[in-house]
Nanobody
Framework: QVQLVESGGGLVQPGGSLRLSCAASGKIFSINDMGWYRQAPGKERELVATIASGGTTNYADSVKGRFTISRDNAKNTVYLQMNSLKPEDTAVYYC??????????????WGQGTQVTVSS
């Protein structure tokens, strides 16, 4: 009844940029924290960045200064602007959100994932 749909992944050369988007839809009352995680082959899923409903952000050390997370509360959408991309940023990127449904219950939802490949 709630979906997160991601877009914006792809292949980019080292030093390039990509912008990921994740739109939430369905029976939403409100959205608390939203974030991005990533999982590289053979590795565990890791936090990339989070943003609270009020705009407070948190970043993994590995992406600080290169990635920027933002959100548009009117559109129920979270973005991840990725600059100065490195081959080690290659992973499947997952959107995450803590959403209060119209039944006033909070659940954590995940998107389907979008592949980001950084390679020359």
């Amino acid at each position: 009844q709630v979906q997160l749909v991601e877009s914006g992944g792809g292949l980019v050369q080292p030093g390039g940029s990509l912008r990921l988007s994740c739109a939430a839809s369905g029976k939403i009352f409100s959205i608390n924290d939203m974030g991005w995680y990533r999982q590289a082959p053979g590795k565990e899923r890791e936090l990339v960045a989070t943003i609270a409903s009020g705009g407070t952000t948190n970043y993994a050390d590995s992406v600080k200064g290169r990635f920027t997370i933002s959100r548009d509360n009117a559109k129920n959408t979270v973005y991840l602007q990725m600059n100065s991309l490195k081959p080690e940023d290659t992973a499947v990127y997952y959107c995450n959100a803590r959403i209060v449904t119209t039944r006033l219950r909070e659940y954590t939802y995940w998107g389907q994932g979008t592949q980001v490949t950084v390679s020359s």
